[in-house]
């Protein structure tokens, strides 16, 4: 009588370790800036970031985090605000965190992707 043994599937043991296959989907499609912001801390230490990032802005994803990033309509946005008129400070560290993010996707080499991908003024 002979045992067969499956193949080791290295891609599933990878998948059950990524926070997105961890934690609850809706997470990274939520509308609380506060939850996106979580999914972006997420992200963080996830082995395929850059690689999920990367096939975002190909896919030009209209939105929801990817790869430690957030997108709406297409864009790479540096967080989420909340529904009204933000506060002039809010508009200040918007400005910063869009140069941050613009320089994350230069540092992953995504830089060449400009025309697929724009940050949202």
Known sequence: MSLALATLDVNVEIEANLPCRKF????????SPTELEL??????????????????VERAEPWGVWGGEIFERGAVIPRKRPRGRPRKEDVARDAVLRVE???RLAGNELAESRNVVRLAA
Do not use: I, Y
């Open 39 to 56: 999914a972006k801390s997420l992200c963080g230490d996830c082995p395929l970031r850059v690689e999920c990032l990367a096939g975002a």
């Open 24 to 31: 609850d989907p809706d997470l990274w499609f939520s509308d």
């Open 101 to 103: 993010a613009e320089a």
